[in-house]
Every structure is written in structure tokens, then in C-alpha cells.
């Protein structure tokens, strides 16, 4: 009897143990993201390095605008290393309408039609849209983003406090220079 009664126990607790972990692993977004006010342009102030910004050393920045049928233009630009300025124009697409925090960003288009979409959630809003933290479902992309090149240090903390409770490790986040 105290062999079933220890197993039934062992059981209940490594279920709560994987329920709690499948909690924590989900990557959760901000409640609403009026695009009015998220659309203008950011700065980037850290991201997890990756292979689409590699000729980028410099002076990234992010600049959204709405447009026809709901859509998001995306003009990414950044400085090279031998200072040529490079730039990418794109799409955004709300996947989420009830908070607007769940997009898809592509940015290759041919024969009128945009192709590979990529998770962009928005994980960490300021109230009064001065900085940002978007992330992805499975935590392999990450930006901090801010209205300016510079950040407050206690708006940057609040934003590596947000990748923390995501479950991103903030030391992945390499910061941009300007």
C-alpha cells in the first residue's frame, strides 16, 4: 500500500512539475499594442545576435507605419562596418487582433505576394510607448527597443526584468552601438 500510495504521489509531482515548466516556457505578450502609438520610429538598443542583422555594426533602427488592409510597413536600417548605410523594407501582419501584440514580419516579396513570416510578439510595452521588448515563441530572437539611442538605465533594467520572467537569459542580448 505505501509503494502505490508513494508512486501516485511521485507521478502527481513530476505533472505539476512538467505543467509548471510548460508555464514558464510559454513566452507571454502584452495585454493590448495600440499601432497608432507603436508606429513611428525605434531604436534598437540590444538584440540576440542573428544572421539577417550580421553586416549591421552600428545604428540599428526600426520604423513601422501603417498601412492599407490592416498591414504594418517595416523599413529596418542600420550602419555597416565600412559605414555604408543598408536598409530593408517589409511587411507586418497582426496574427493576434484582439491585442495586437502578436505579428508576423516578412520581408521577402515577389509576384505581389510576401513570403516567410517570422514571429514578432511584443513582450514588454512602456505605458507611455517609449520602449519595447519583443521576443519570439521559441526564444531564439530578441530587441529592446527605445524612441531614443539611449536608454534610462532603470527603463533598460525594467526590460532585462522582463526577459527574465520570459525565461530569455538577458546575457544574450548584445547591446547596439549609435
Known amino acids: 500500500m505505501i509503494n502505490i500510495t508513494a508512486i ?3 507521478v502527481l509531482i513530476c505533472c505539476g512539475s512538467i505543467y509548471a515548466q510548460h508555464e514558464q516556457q510559454t513566452v507571454k505578450t502584452v495585454e493590448f499594442v495600440d499601432l497608432d502609438r507603436y508606429a513611428g520610429l525605434w531604436y534598437e538598443i540590444a538584440k ?13 533602427t526600426a520604423e513601422y507605419k501603417l498601412i492599407d488592409n490592416g498591414y504594418v510597413q517595416v523599413i529596418n536600417r542600420c550602419r555597416e562596418a565600412n559605414g555604408d548605410q543598408a536598409s ?3 511587411r507586418a501582419r497582426v496574427v493576434d487582433s484582439r ?5 508576423q514580419v ?3 516579396r515577389f509576384f ?9 510578439w511584443i513582450i514588454g ?11 519570439h515563441p521559441d526564444r531564439t530572437y530578441g530587441w529592446i527597443l527605445s524612441r531614443t539611442p539611449e536608454m534610462a538605465e532603470s527603463d533598460l533594467q525594467s526590460c532585462y526584468q522582463i526577459l527574465r520572467e520570459q525565461g530569455y537569459d538577458p546575457q544574450t542580448f548584445v547591446a547596439t552601438k549609435h
Open 8 to 10: 501516485i504521489l511521485l
Open 48 to 60: 540576440i545576435p542573428n544572421r539577417f542583422q550580421k553586416r549591421c555594426a552600428s545604428g540599428t
Open 88 to 90: 530593408i523594407k517589409g
Open 99 to 103: 491585442t495586437n501584440a502578436r505579428l
Open 106 to 108: 516578412s520581408f521577402v
Open 112 to 120: 505581389g505576394k510576401n513570403w516567410f513570416w517570422g514571429d514578432y
Open 125 to 135: 510595452l512602456d505605458k507611455n510607448y517609449q520602449w519595447a521588448v519583443v521576443g
